[in-house]
């Protein structure tokens, strides 16, 4: 009778022990004041038809980064977001770097950092080549002009 006692504290402890080292390693919950706007913006960059509704992502990602610039969700956004528009390479890199250094032990670390090495290929090679006053966005079904800017052009070039 007392081993089975014995046995049984030493499974509930184990178990104790358990639930709490899972508490520890649970991700970060999105604060109450930031909860609007990341779901608006995931909505919005989720169901992107046009290139406002980028737009419309990368506002309410940028209020929630506003509200809390500590909260690595945020960077993460901003930086999927970003990576989308051409001529926003560095910015996504950066927010994907802030991410990392405020998340160290975020479970897709590798994935991030693959896309922080692509973002820094497509701003060594933007340099060399780049589109004149067209600004570019990538959509689930195609590629898109985001921008035209009427006075980059030179008029007198053939």
């Given at each position: ?42 909505t919005a960059f989720e169901s992107a038809k ?81 589109v004149l006053g067209i600004q570019l966005v ?8 985001r921008k035209i800017q009427h006075n980059s ?6």
């Open positions: 009778m007392k081993k089975i006692k014995i046995i049984t504290l030493h499974l509930f402890t184990v178990c104790m022990l358990l639930l709490a080292s899972n508490e520890i390693k649970a991700q970060h919950e999105i604060p109450d004041n930031i909860k609007d706007h990341i779901s608006q913006g995931i046009t290139p406002a509704d980028i737009d419309n992502a990368l506002l309410e990602f940028n209020e929630a980064a506003k509200i809390a610039p500590n909260n690595p969700d945020v960077h993460y956004y901003l930086g999927k977001t970003y990576s989308l528009l051409q001529g926003n390479a560095g910015r996504a890199s950066n927010e994907f770097k802030k991410y990392l250094k405020l998340y160290p032990d975020a479970p897709d670390k590798t994935e991030i950092t693959e896309d922080i090495n692509r973002l820094n290929k497509v701003i060594e090679t933007s340099r060399l080549s780049t990538s959509l689930h079904d195609g590629i898109y002009i052009y030179n008029a007198n070039a053939t």
